[in-house]
């Protein structure tokens, strides 16, 4: 099983609904949860960090994590066209020295105008 | 502007020769990290550096080293380039006090490896 897992996509959404990403993780996974955002040919920004159960907003975006179904998602409301983009799930392992983020093959964003 | 530089922006490379990819940041950030993304595989680990002086293997090491002689430079170094290491290559850095802190990259290197 792989530590972070996406749905590749694309998501196709129409302007100005809530497109919802989703992500599971594996229990070695510790308790640090990122998403971030990347443009085709960019490198990858964060967007939201979310460290405890429940809901996390700024902005437009709302991040949920319910650690019992180890489980998170990013919730985009009001999608606009620029929001198409490839969203990358990433979390912290534990017992690695890395301290690293470990990434998700990312899920496809298409909103549609 | 504070950030992390990455060169070239991108290279050409025949199979077989020597190759270092530069990264340098300016954020006086302790940890920093080479990726690299390969279309339906995302972003893999290849090496970090917690602290200047210390490095560590990642996901994907074999063909590539690195070295961390000061806080800003982490140089990623192909001794000897192959066709499979055409990626995309990523340099990130991190403050490392817990795992609260935000992971940022530099802009990335595009390898072609013929």
């Known amino acids: 099983q792989k530590e972070v897992e996406q749905n590749s996509g694309p998501l196709s959404v129409p302007e100005g609904a809530i497109a919802s990403l989703n992500c599971t993780y594996s229990?070695?996974?510790?308790?640090?949860f990122f998403w971030y955002r990347q443009y085709s040919g960019k490198s990858p920004e964060l967007i939201m960090s979310?460290?405890?159960?429940g809901d996390k907003e700024d902005g437009r975006f709302t991040a949920q994590l319910n650690k019992a179904s180890q489980y998170v998602s990013l919730l985009i409301r009001d999608s606009q066209p620029s929001d198409s983009a490839t969203y990358l799930c990433?979390?912290?392992?534990?017992?690695?020295?890395?301290?690293?983020?470990?990434f998700g093959s990312g899920t496809r964003l298409q909103v549609q105008p | 502007i504070a950030g992390i530089t990455q060169a070239p922006t991108s290279q050409i490379l025949a199979a077989g020769r020597r190759m270092t990819l530069r990264c340098t940041q300016d954020?006086?950030?302790?940890?920093m990290y080479w990726y690299r993304q390969d279309l339906g595989l995302g972003l893999r680990l290849i090496h970090y550096?917690?602290?200047?002086?210390?490095?560590g293997k990642g996901e994907v090491p074999d063909g590539y080293s690195v070295s961390r002689a000061n806080t800003d430079d982490f140089p990623l170094t192909l001794a000897s380039a192959v066709p499979s290491q055409t990626s995309v290559y990523f340099c990130?850095?991190?403050?490392?006090?817990?795992?609260?802190?935000?992971?940022?990259f530099g802009p990335g290197t595009r390898l072609t490896v013929l």
């Open positions: 979310i460290y405890s159960n």
């Open positions: 990130a850095s991190r403050v490392l006090a817990g795992d609260y802190n935000e992971q940022f």
């Open positions: 954020m006086r950030h302790n940890a």
């Open positions: 550096s917690n602290t200047a002086g210390t490095t």
């Open positions: 990433a979390v912290i392992l534990r017992d690695t020295g890395r301290r690293a983020l470990t």
């Open positions: 229990d070695r996974v510790s308790q640090s």
